[in-house]
C-alpha cells in the first residue's frame, strides 16, 4: 500500500518563490502616491517670476498718474482739442476752461440744432440764424438778442423777407455760461458777422432784469427793447421791460382824443359790440385777402397783425380800406407788389360808416393788435368826405407822409 499524499504535504515546506521578489514586482506595477510633496517645477517658477517682473515694469511705466480721467481725450488733454490761448497747457481742464466760442458751439449742437439745423439755416417753419436781421442786423441789440434768447419768442415774425408763426421755446433753464456761448456763436458762425462776446455777466444781469416775463416774447415787446440797450448788470434800463409790454397799443391811445373829439357820442361807443359786429365784416370783405388768422399769405398778402398801419394812425387806416392801396408796399420790413382793390366800390356792405367802423375795429383788436380807441362811425364818415372826391388807391410815398386831420 503506498501513502500518496506524503509527498504532496512535503511540496508546500519547499517554496521555490522568494517573497521579496514578489513584492518587488507589485511596487513596480503600483509606485507609491507622491501628493503634496512635490516642490514646483523650476521652468514654472522661472516663468511665473518673469511675468510678475514684467506687470510690474508695465504699470509703473503707463499708469498715466492713476487719474480717472485718463481715457476721456478732451478732459486728459483739453489743449490739443482746443488750444487755449497763449499756449496754456491744462491737463486734466475743466470744460468751463474751453473758450467761450466752442463751448458755445457744443452748446448750439446740443440744444438748438434740431430746429435750426447745423446749416443755421432752419426750415420747416423754423427761420434761419445765418444772416437773421435779428441775430446780426437790423434788428439785433445785446439786450434783445439776450431776452429773445432766455424767454424764448412767439410768431408771427418777419426774417429775411419771410414770417414765420410758431414758438421758440425759452431757454432760462440753462447756465449762464451756455447762454452767453451759444449767443456769441451763432453771431459769429456761418459767415455771421457780429464780433466780440456776450458775457456771462451780461446774461446774469439779463436774467434778474426780465426775471418777471412769464411766456414767450411777443415780436412787438421785443422790438420795444431799444436795439442800442446795453447790458451791464446795472438796472438802470429796468423801466423798459413793463413798457414793452403793450408798445403798439400805446400809440393809438394817445390818437384816441384826437379822433374821439370831433365825433360826439365817441364816448359811450360800445367798442365790444361793434368788435363782435365786425367779425362778420371781415368774413365778408378782408378774409380772403388777409386770410382768416390776419397773417396774410407770404409773398402775397400782407399780415394785419403788428402793423403800423392797422396800429396807428386811424384816419390814414380808414383811407386804406376805403381806397385801397396800388404798387409796392412795405409791411414790417418785407415789401408786398399786389395790390389791394378799392373796397369802398368793391363791397356795397363798406358803403355803411357802421360796417367800416366795426370791421377795423376787429381788425384793431384781433391778430395780437389791442387797441382800447374805437374807431366810430363818425370818424368813417368824415374820411370818406374827406376824400370822396378820390377815386386812386393810396401809393405807398402817400401813406406815408399821409396829411394829418384838417
Ligand atoms: C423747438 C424748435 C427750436 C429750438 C430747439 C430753438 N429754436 Fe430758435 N426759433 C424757433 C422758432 C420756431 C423761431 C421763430 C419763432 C416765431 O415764429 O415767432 C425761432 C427764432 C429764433 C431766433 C430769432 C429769429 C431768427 O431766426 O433770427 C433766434 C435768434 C433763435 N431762434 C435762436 C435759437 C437758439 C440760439 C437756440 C438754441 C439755444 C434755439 N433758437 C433753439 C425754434 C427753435
Ligand atoms: C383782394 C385782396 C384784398 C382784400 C379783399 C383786402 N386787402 Fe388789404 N391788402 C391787400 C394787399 C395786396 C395789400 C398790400 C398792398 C400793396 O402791396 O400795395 C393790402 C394792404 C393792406 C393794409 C396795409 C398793410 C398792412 O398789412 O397793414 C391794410 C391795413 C389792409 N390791407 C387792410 C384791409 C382790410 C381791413 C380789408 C377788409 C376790409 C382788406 N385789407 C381787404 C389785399 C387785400
Same mark, same amino acid.
Request: glycine share 8%; aromatic share 6%; no cysteine.
Given at each position: 500500500m503506498s501513502q500518496p499524499n506524503e509527498g504532496q504535504d512535503r511540496l508546500d515546506y519547499q517554496e521555490t518563490a522568494d517573497i521579496t521578489e514578489v513584492h518587488a514586482s507589485i511596487l513596480r506595477e503600483h509606485a507609491e502616491p507622491v501628493a503634496n510633496s512635490m516642490p514646483i517645477p523650476t521652468w514654472l517658477g522661472v516663468l511665473c517670476a518673469g511675468a510678475l517682473c514684467w506687470a510690474g515694469v508695465y504699470v509703473g511705466l503707463f499708469n498715466g498718474g492713476f487719474s480717472s480721467k485718463i481715457y476721456n481725450e478732451y478732459e486728459s488733454s483739453p489743449a490739443a482739442f482746443f488750444p487755449l490761448p497763449g499756449g496754456q497747457q491744462k491737463g486734466g481742464g475743466e470744460v468751463a476752461e474751453m473758450p467761450l466760442l466752442a463751448f458755445g458751439e457744443k452748446v448750439y449742437g446740443n440744444r438748438c440744432v434740431a430746429c435750426h439745423q447745423a446749416s443755421g439755416l432752419g426750415g420747416n417753419g423754423v427761420p434761419p440764424l445765418v444772416g437773421s436781421e435779428w441775430v446780426d442786423g437790423s434788428e439785433y441789440g445785446e439786450k434783445r438778442m439776450v431776452a429773445l434768447i432766455l424767454k424764448g419768442m412767439q410768431g408771427p415774425v418777419t426774417v429775411k423777407g419771410v414770417s414765420y408763426n410758431a414758438l421758440m421755446p425759452n431757454w432760462d433753464g440753462l =447756465?449762464?455760461?451756455? $447762454?452767453?456761448? /451759444? $449767443?456769441?456763436?451763432?453771431? *459769429?458762425?456761418?459767415?455771421?458777422?457780429? +464780433?466780440?462776446? $456776450? +458775457?456771462?455777466?451780461? /446774461? #446774469?444781469? !439779463?436774467?434778474?432784469?426780465?426775471?418777471? *416775463?412769464?411766456? !414767450?416774447? #411777443? /415780436?412787438? *415787446? &421785443? =422790438? !420795444? $427793447?431799444? +436795439? @442800442?440797450? =446795453? &447790458? @451791464?448788470g446795472g438796472g438802470a434800463a429796468k423801466a423798459d421791460a413793463p413798457k414793452a409790454a403793450a408798445p403798439v397799443a400805446d400809440v393809438p391811445k394817445a390818437d384816441a382824443p384826437k379822433a374821439a373829439e370831433p365825433t360826439p357820442g365817441a364816448g359811450s361807443f360800445d367798442l365790444a359790440a361793434s368788435i363782435a359786429a365786425g367779425k362778420t365784416v371781415y368774413m365778408q370783405t378782408c378774409l380772403a385777402c388777409h386770410q382768416p388768422t390776419g397773417m396774410g399769405i407770404p409773398g402775397a398778402f400782407p399780415p394785419l397783425a403788428a402793423t403800423e398801419f392797422v396800429n396807428v394812425d386811424q384816419r390814414r387806416l380808414v383811407a386804406i380800406t376805403l381806397k385801397g392801396i396800388q404798387g409796392p408796399l412795405k409791411v414790417n420790413g418785407v415789401a408786398y407788389a399786389a395790390a389791394m382793390p378799392n373796397l369802398e366800390l368793391t363791397y356795397p356792405l363798406l358803403k355803411d360808416d357802421k360796417n367800416v367802423a366795426d370791421v377795423l375795429n376787429y381788425v384793431r383788436n384781433n391778430f395780437t393788435n389791442k387797441n382800447d380807441a374805437p374807431i366810430t362811425p363818425d370818424l368813417v364818415g368824415k374820411v370818406r368826405k374827406e376824400f370822396a372826391e378820390r377815386a386812386a388807391q393810396w401809393t405807398e410815398q402817400e401813406l406815408l407822409n399821409f396829411p394829418p386831420a384838417k
Open positions: =447756465k449762464d455760461r451756455e $447762454i452767453a456761448g /451759444v $449767443i456769441t456763436y451763432i453771431r *459769429q458762425a456761418w459767415g455771421n458777422k457780429g +464780433t466780440g462776446e $456776450i +458775457t456771462e455777466a451780461q /446774461v #446774469k444781469a !439779463a436774467k434778474k432784469e426780465f426775471m418777471s *416775463q412769464a411766456g !414767450a416774447w #411777443k /415780436v412787438e *415787446q &421785443l =422790438k !420795444a $427793447i431799444p +436795439t @442800442d440797450a =446795453k &447790458l @451791464d
